[in-house]
């Protein structure tokens, strides 16, 4: 049963057709073509925070911004850092008004961090952040619908944490292939196939040479 939390949760991935959404070395830009990371950055615009892993800070320096979006407003960006190393030159601390919040693990070393507006550095009370405490601490904050861009093993955390409402693939029609290369979604201890997480398609779409795929847990 889903926790008793208000915050709407979308998974949003882009991947190739075998599942992965980088090579073995972590490459991942680009998978996808232009009309479809026009189709990130509206989902962006539609909620109020975007969360990702650490490592996907240390491998891809997102912005986690809204851009080319018209009227498009940039939603609260969200790192899970247990160890506190985020970069102070990470483009995420770039100041445009916008919250930044870095949430670390209780036995992270204090550290300076940037000078920024609107920067908020939680500690969460675990070695590493559990899910449900980072959903009740966004929950009062306001946040009420969260976009979580990754990579893999902040997506199976989400999962195994069933807080999960919508899930958003952007299919390119590519192959990485190996087993090396990270597939969207790290170990969720499945033995049977009979356990796997189910989904309900909702939607299929073209976007350009890509497909949208918007699905919901069973
Ligand atoms: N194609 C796409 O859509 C897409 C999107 C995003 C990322 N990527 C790719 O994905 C790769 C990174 O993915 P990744 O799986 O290696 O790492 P990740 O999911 O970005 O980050 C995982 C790290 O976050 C930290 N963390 C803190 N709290 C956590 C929690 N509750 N659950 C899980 N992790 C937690 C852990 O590090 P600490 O213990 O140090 O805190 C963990 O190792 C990069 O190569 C990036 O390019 C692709």
Redesign the pocket.
């Known amino acids: 049963m889903k926790p008793s939390t208000r915050i709407k949760v979308t998974l949003k991935?882009?991947?190739t057709v075998d599942g992965k959404?980088?090579t073995r070395l972590?490459h991942?830009k680009w998978?996808t073509g232009d009309a479809a990371r026009q189709k990130s950055h509206q989902l962006r615009h539609e909620n109020d925070a975007i969360l990702?892993?650490?490592?996907?800070v240390l491998?891809?320096d997102p912005e986690l911004t809204v851009r080319g979006i018209e009227g498009g407003r940039s939603p609260a960006r969200v790192v899970?850092?247990?160890?506190a190393?985020i970069p102070e030159q990470s483009r995420i601390f770039h100041n445009d008004g916008v919250p930044v919040i870095i949430i670390t693990?209780n036995q992270a070393p204090s550290r300076s961090w940037p000078e920024l507006e609107k920067l908020n550095i939680f500690v969460a009370p675990t070695k590493?952040?559990?899910?449900l405490w980072i959903m009740a601490k966004l929950k009062k904050l306001g946040v009420k619908s969260l976009l979580v861009?990754?990579?893999?093993?902040?997506h199976a955390?989400f999962l195994k944490s069933n807080c999960v409402d919508q899930l958003a693939f952007i299919l390119a029609p590519k192959i990485i292939g190996g087993q090396a290369a990270?597939s969207w979604c790290?170990d969720l201890k499945v033995e049977n196939v009979n356990d796997a997480c189910q989904l309900d398609i909702i939607s299929i779409t073209p976007l350009g040479d890509d497909w949208f795929i918007s699905a919901k847990l069973k």
């Open positions: 991935a882009a991947i959404i980088a972590g991942s998978i990702v892993g650490i490592n996907t491998k891809d899970l850092d247990s160890k190393c693990g590493t952040p559990d899910v861009e990754g990579g893999s093993l902040i955390s990270l790290g």
